[in-house]
């Protein structure tokens, strides 16, 4: 193993990736209230992966949570922390498998509320993601501190990520750099893609 590619595998052994949310910023206005009763449906017919229990309705809350779908193991929402309008994934539940599988599944569970979303609001307040951006927060203090170690090796992981979701494209990556707050990583690809276009590389075999 060359020294390169051995410090690279020490910066990821430092940090256990849980608790991953994914925000999918979304493009233009959106009727919060009538997320509202799309997300009391999805409830009734059990439509996500995870045990869905009752929507919170915080639209009084300037640049706050929107409406949250609440779940067992995950919450969605229309999240507009900070004043950036997003579908939001905030995994709750301690998940098995390695940091790739749970980005992954971060991700998928993200974009798979995002084509819902778009088949279920109404022609005249379509809601649709900007295609382009995506921000991944991780949501554990303890297991990842906003630290300059952590940040590195957060890097190292989502780099290999999203290497294989914008593969053949260019992307940025950049971190927050308040340490008060949760470590964000915002990410920007060269062209906007569809939620289908991203779900399907997201299904694609990783290469060993």
Avoid at 11 to 34: C, F, T, Y
Avoid at 153 to 166: G, K, N, P, Q, S
Avoid at 173 to 184: C, E, H, V
Wanted: some cysteine.
């Amino acid at each position: 193993m060359t020294k390169g590619i051995l410090l690279e595998a020490e910066r990821r052994s430092i940090v256990e990736l849980q608790h991953i949310n994914v925000k999918l910023p979304l493009r233009g206005a959106v009727d919060l209230g009538a997320i509202v009763p799309i997300f009391h449906s999805w409830i009734q017919d059990q439509v996500c992966d995870e045990l869905l229990l009752d929507v919170a309705d915080y639209r009084h809350v300037p640049d706050g949570p929107g409406v949250v779908l609440i779940g067992h193991e995950a919450d969605y929402s229309v999240d507009n922390t900070d004043g950036r309008l997003g579908i939001r994934y905030n995994r709750k539940a301690v998940l098995a498998g390695t940091n790739q599988d749970r980005l992954e599944q971060a991700l998928r569970s993200a974009l798979q509320a995002a084509q819902k979303l778009e088949e279920d609001t109404p022609a005249n307040g379509k809601l649709t993601i900007n295609g382009q951006d995506m921000e991944i927060w991780i949501n554990d203090r303890l297991l990842a501190p906003h630290a300059d170690q952590t940040r590195q090796a957060v890097a190292a992981e989502l780099t290999t990520f999203l290497d294989r979701i914008f593969s053949g494209t260019s992307y940025t990556l950049a971190f927050n750099s308040d340490p008060r707050k949760l470590l964000i990583a915002r990410v920007r690809g060269e062209r906007e893609f569809l939620a289908s276009e991203l779900l399907d590389r997201v299904s694609e075999p990783k290469i060993a």
